[in-house]
């Protein structure tokens, strides 16, 4: 797989993640949110070493599943499509950056959002950045993609289709905060 997993083999983790799921007392302080049907299929996790991309994709699920998502396999209907990348990169203080992007696609194939952010883990060994991610720091770098994601599925307008585009003024606006990007028609 090569640090990529596609839809069908990340719906399967999904759904087995979310079969298997139990609930887990959050740690983060900022308030988690619930996306409650509104189908969202993954459909890729790039950048990470397997060993990490597949734990990370285990962790997603389980976050997805406390935040009531409804995560269907790649060849299923979906009202959303993700793609993700995952970096590990040292910092100046001598961290280790788990960092994620996720584009967020509706169903005409445009990018709807941008989520992106970074979780810091301990000192890395060596060369290898990835060596100072640790369990914690995939777990917390999951939870806070899933908060990202729900916190706009939640927000974005009912109607996604190409139709309803079409009838809209085609003027772009940029939003950027800590934790999201947004290229939204205005």
């Known amino acids: ?13 999904f759904a087995l993640a979310l079969a298997g799921c139990q609930e887990t007392t959050s740690t983060a302080s900022r308030p988690r949110v619930d996306a409650p ?24 699920g389980e976050a997805a599943a406390e935040r009531k998502m409804e ?14 990348y995952l970096t590990a ?7 280790t950056a ?10 005409s194939k445009k990018r709807a959002q941008r989520v992106q952010g970074e979780s810091l883990g301990k000192r890395g060994g060596g060369g290898d950045p990835w060596a100072g ?24 307008p009912e109607s996604d289709t190409p139709a309803a585009d079409s009838k809209k003024t085609k003027t772009k606006t940029r939003t ?3 934790s999201a990007e947004t290229d939204k028609p205005s």
């Open 37 to 60: 049907g509104v189908p969202v299929s993954v459909q890729s996790i790039s950048g990470a070493p397997d060993q990490v991309t597949t734990n990370f994709a285990s962790l997603l």
């Open 71 to 84: 995560i269907v396999p790649g060849d299923k209907p979906a009202r959303f499509r993700v793609r993700g």
């Open 98 to 107: 788990l960092a994620f992007v996720w584009d967020v696609y509706d169903a």
């Open 133 to 156: 991610i640790d369990q914690t720091i995939v777990a917390r770098a999951a939870s806070d993609s899933m908060d990202a994601i729900a916190t706009f599925l939640v927000s974005a």
């Open 89 to 95: 990169q040292p910092t100046e203080d001598g961290q």
């Open 1 to 13: 797989m090569s640090g990529r997993l596609n839809g069908l083999v990340l719906g399967s983790a």
């Open 176 to 178: 950027k905060t800590a």
